[in-house]
């Protein structure tokens, strides 16, 4: 299975942006915890969101809450990250990521993830 992402962009501080990851392959992402990460210029990846196969249960990092929201299709097999009033500090490039598990026990704890797409770029300034 493959994840792409796609939704990437330059925006204005306080602007908005949707991204997408949509999977390709014979595997059913929709059974799985999903989420999305970011890597900024000189720092370490980090968790950004993420959301059960049901999608009753979702994990948002504290420098994004109320301000981003994680979502999937109805049949799950599309993530989407809504940002709203982003900020220079969300410039980066943002990953799609799986776990092969229903519920994300782990949270938004990098190793817990073991299919990644090969990212998106947002740039706000």
């Known amino acids: 299975v493959q994840l792409v992402e796609s939704g990437g962009d330059s925006v204005q501080v306080g602007g908005s942006l949707t991204l997408s990851c949509a999977a390709s392959?014979?595997?059913?992402?929709?059974?799985?915890?999903m989420a999305w990460f970011r890597e900024a210029p000189g720092k370490e990846r980090e968790g950004v969101a993420a959301?059960?196969?049901?999608?009753?249960?979702?994990y948002l990092a504290d420098s994004v809450k109320g301000r981003f929201t994680i979502s999937r299709d109805n049949d799950g097999s599309t993530v989407y990250l809504q940002m709203n009033t982003l900020k220079p500090e969300d410039t980066a490039v943002y990953y799609c990521?799986?776990?092969?598990?229903?519920?994300?026990?782990?949270?938004?704890?990098?190793?817990?993830?073991?299919?990644w797409g090969q990212g998106t770029q947002v740039t706000v300034s």
């Open positions: 990521a799986r776990q092969n598990w229903e519920y994300c026990n782990s949270g938004l704890r990098e190793y817990a993830y073991t299919i």
């Open positions: 392959g014979p595997d059913y992402t929709s059974r799985y915890c």
């Open positions: 959301m059960d196969a049901r999608g009753r249960g979702t």
